[in-house]
Every structure is written in C-alpha cells, then in structure tokens.
C-alpha cells in the first residue's frame, strides 16, 4: 500500500509541474511559490471537503491527541510541499523527486542521535552516499559553493518529509482514527498554504485559473484524487504498521515513478495546455547521482536501525 502512495505522488510531479506551467500563462507576474501554494492549498481544500462529507461528524467526535498529530503533520507537510512544489519550478521533476529522498536517510540519523548513539558505519556510508549523489544530481557550483535555490528548497523540504515521517509513528498516537487525522491534515494545510496565497491574490479569478479549461480541470481533479486523497490517506493509514526508517525506504520508490512518468507525460500535457514542457531524458547526472542516493536508501533497508532494548 505504501509503494501505491510512492505511485501516485510519482505522479505529482510531471503533473503538478504541468499544471504551474499553464497557471504562469494566465498570471505572468506571480512568483513560483505563489503557483505552487495556489494549487495545493486548493487540491487539500478540495480533498478536505470530500473527507468531510463521508464523515459529516467526524469533527464533533476528534480527540485531542488526533488534533495534535492531524495539525502537526499538516504544518510539517505544507512547509514540505510548498518548498517541493516551487522548486519544480527551477529545476526537473526527476531531480525533485530523486533529492527529496534525502528525508530517508535523515530518519535513521535522527533515530540513532534521538537514543543517545553514533549512527552506525552503514548509516554513515549511506550519508556520504547521499551527500554525494545530491551534489551530483544537484550539479553543485564548487566554485560558487552553491545549489541552485530548486535543489535547495528540495533539500530543506526533505528535512520536513523526515519530521513528517518521525511523528507520523509516534507512539502516543497509537489508536487514532487515520481518516479524522487524515481530515484535520487536509485543512491544515489548505489554511497554511492558503495564508501564503493571500500574500499575493488579488482575486478569486485566480482561483478559477486551475480549472478554467478542460483539460486544467481534468489535471486538477486527477492530481487532487490521485496525489492528495489516494496517497495521503494510504500514507496515513499503512505507515503506523511498519517501522518509520522502513517506510523511508519504501518511500525512496517515489522518483523511480516521478523520473518513469516524466519520460513521456510532459508531451502529453504540452499538447492537452498549450505550454512548454518538454519529456525529460536520462541523463549522466540523473543516473549517477540518482542511483547513489537510491542505493544508499537500499543499504539502510537491509539492516535497519534497532532501538536499544
């Protein structure tokens, strides 16, 4: 279930991408961030209703330990999202996907520093892997000693996606019902992301932007039920059952999907928007840098971090 979640988010990329390219075609003078925020603040809105009406009383009935994980994984996932989301402005889709996976390596090191221990020399391997693979897949300027700002905000978005993941499995929300949770995520960050939209609308024509035409309605809805409801509530509901450096893992499929994906849809969406958005290629950096970052991932999974008994 958790590999269907990393399917559909797959898809969020290309997609999501699309769609910000058609949205730059009606407000031309908006930022990159002010496009991403637009578009996921209204998919979670959108996702949040439609939980809402299959549970009309679901918020009469939330206990306060649903509240506190249901807000702290919207605040922790809208900051990731939002990050994620503008730099596919900057940079591919396939690279977004691959440096975001940087958040699986991140929970293992947190779990050994959060019981007083050295992460072991597997962890630290797997580190410098990553750190490796980012710089390549990243195309890092040693002159400048820079990123470009889509591979850093990738990056720090990945630190949010590892937090997200962390409290997702707290144990003190052992017993809450994922679909209240999963509920109270959604209006969390379509209130988080919607503040930041307000920074800049200066109408609901902006709005009506996402869905003005057929197909930008058909991408909308399709990246709302696929990439927000299918995968966020999968999510919530299958990661309490493994453990969270496990689910980093399975988790590390996502842009093997996103870089799969990106080959061929972005012709498709081209010809359906009328944007520009060329198919994407395999290429030295994404392979090299994308493969050790996935390999690393792999290494983890094979002898995952054991808490202390």
């Known amino acids: 279930m958790l590999l269907l979640a990393t399917a559909a988010w797959g898809y969020s990329f290309p997609g999501g991408k699309a769609l910000q390219s058609a949205l730059a075609l009606d407000l031309p003078e908006r930022s990159g961030l002010h496009f991403a925020a637009l578009m996921l603040a209204a998919r979670f ?44 402005n900057y940079t591919t889709a396939s690279s977004v ?38 710089a390549i897949l990243g195309q890092f300027d040693w002159r400048a000693l820079r990123f470009g700002r889509g591979e ?43 503040c930041v939209v307000a920074r800049e609308a200066t109408g609901v024509h902006e709005l009506t932007a996402l869905v003005s035409t057929g197909p930008r309605l058909v991408l909308f809805v399709s990246l709302t039920a696929i990439c927000t409801l299918l995968a966020f509530l999968l999510m919530n509901h299958w990661q ?19 870089t799969g994906m990106a080959l061929f849809m972005p012709a498709m969406m081209t010809k359906w928007l009328h944007i520009d958005y060329a198919n994407e290629a395999f290429t030295p950096h994404l392979l090299l840098g994308g493969g050790l970052i996935t390999a690393a991932n792999v290494l983890i999974a094979l002898k995952p971090f054991e808490e202390p008994t």
């Open 45 to 88: 809105a959108v996702g949040g209703v439609i939980l809402w009406i299959f549970q009309p009383r679901a918020f009469a009935r939330v206990r306060p330990s649903e509240w506190r994980q249901g807000i702290g994984l919207g605040v922790f996932s809208g900051l990731g999202i939002l990050l994620q989301g503008d730099s596919l």
């Open 97 to 134: 996907a691959f440096l975001t996976q940087g958040s699986a390596v991140l929970v293992p090191v947190w779990v050994a520093l959060q019981h007083r221990r050295l992460p072991n020399a597997r962890t630290i391997s797997c580190v410098v892997m990553v750190m490796i693979g980012v």
């Open 152 to 194: 850093v905000e990738t990056l720090i978005s990945s630190c949010f996606f590892a937090a997200q993941i962390l409290w997702l499995d707290r144990p003190i929300f052992r017993g809450n019902d994922m679909l209240r949770v999963s509920l109270i995520m959604f209006f969390t960050i379509a209130t988080l992301l919607g």
């Open 240 to 258: 309490p059952h493994v453990e969270p450096t496990t689910a980093g893992i399975i988790y590390c499929a996502e842009p093997l999907f996103a």
